[in-house]
């Protein structure tokens, strides 16, 4: 049994029938060099191989009584692998909306708590004779960064892999980070067989409620201490940022409801659009050279500039610029590879007042480096410390109001949306044996905040997912389609700048 943290279990708690907060990433792979093929069996049966070298999918979510604390994770005896792995087919030749319409009707059932929160949708049918691979894994196990690791679970570097040790196992295990680290894995007790055919795993049963309310009565004291110990350090910590603020002379980041109203900023529906795009990494690396700014902020951009369209399309006037919300890891060295949740988040600036793009870009510098420091200032810890001490029944019922009573759409939203920002390898990744040629990542939508954009870098090429509410984006192709012609548009302006100048405008010697 492994108690969740604050942090992932916020995100069971302020689940609701309308804010679904699973991580999907659609993958889509080339079986043309496998050998025999590659069908729905072959991905099955390497799913319920390796599914061991991730402790967690095994798991299931024990609720505490009342909600007074966090659940526990605990070996799930009736774990049934035809259950996770699932088998659907798009009409050929399956085009990419098609996938992105299939995707997006999985975002829109939330995860059954009774089992093992994940799913693995293998789609057939797509054109080109590719195969994609749909995950479906909740929040509360893992994060933007740790989800990417899970995953490389059932990833190889190569098309024949060696055997691998065990992932994770809630203990800050690693992943070997060269192929030659990968040695045989670990013999798991001895016992019965889970539906997976592994004849060496033998789960208990689960905690009865005697053992429950055990646990319930003897963490109560810790957690009435935890909540006066965060509500005395946030009071001193937002003094201390006040005072701050008032002293800096320059760019401040977004308070929280500070952002405009506007048509996607509304009560959210259970039902989700999603659309793909691709961003060259070249291009992102040649603005960087030339214009300056991270990646991430050039992203950030591109967003920006995606929004200006939207927003122009629907005749929308912004009273003011729209402010993300971006997820920041907070994964130290010696987490890496450890499950669950490790992660803060900054509200920053996009800019879309500013009709340059070239200024746009530096306003979004300059206001993502003041929500840095900012963070800094407040910790990377405050968010998650909130989030253990407060009482479970007190977040789900909030949460159930706030939708009940459709909040937002009466008050200004705290951010516009979301836009998160997770690196991927730089190397060819295999599954079962067939070369992955395209990953595209997906965050939640959450209650008042209708739209949500993630990227995911491979190789030569960013991949971007978008995902937003049904009723309140139709026209979500124009977010997607939008990143393209906002980078362009930064790229031909790095072009325009970085130009040699011509022998006859260059200043004539003296």
Known sequence: MRRLTGLDGAFLSLESPTTHLHILGAMIFDPGDVVGGLEFGGIRDMVADRVRLVPPFRMRMLEVPFGLQHPSMVDDPEFDIDYHVRRVSLPRPGRLHEMAELVADLASRPL??????????????????????????????????????????????????????????????????????????????????????????????????????????????????????????????????????RELNGTLPPSPFGAPRTSINRAISPHRRVAFAELPLADVRRVSEVLGGTANDIVLAATAGAMRTFFAERNEDLETSLVALVPVSVRSESEQGALGNRVSAMLTSLATGVEDPVARLAHIREGTKAAKEQSRSIGTDMFAAWAQAAFPAVATRLSRLVTNLRVFDHVDPMFNLIVSNVPGPDVPLYMAGARLVAMYPLGPVVEGVGLNVTVFSYTDTIYVGVQACWDLVPDIATVANGMRDSLDELVGEANRRDRPVPWWHADLPA
């Open 112 to 245: 059954d708590r009774r089992k093992p929160l994940w799913e693995f949708h293998v789609v057939e049918g797509l054109e080109h004779g590719h195969i994609a691979l749909v995950s479906k894994v909740h929040h509360a196990i893992i994060d933007g960064v740790s989800g990417a690791e899970v995953m490389a679970a059932f990833f190889d570097l190569s098309a024949d892999p060696a055997p691998r040790p065990i992932f994770g196992g809630g203990s800050g295990g690693r992943r070997p980070s060269r192929p030659e680290e990968a040695g045989d894995p670990p013999e798991p007790p001895t016992g019965g067989s889970d539906r997976s055919g592994d004849t060496t795993w033998s789960p208990p049963p689960l905690p009865g409620e005697v053992d429950k309310w055990r646990q319930v009565l003897g963490a109560l004291p810790s957690q009435v201490d935890a909540v006066a110990r965060t509500v005395s350090r946030t009071v001193t910590t937002a003094r201390t940022l006040s005072g701050r603020n």
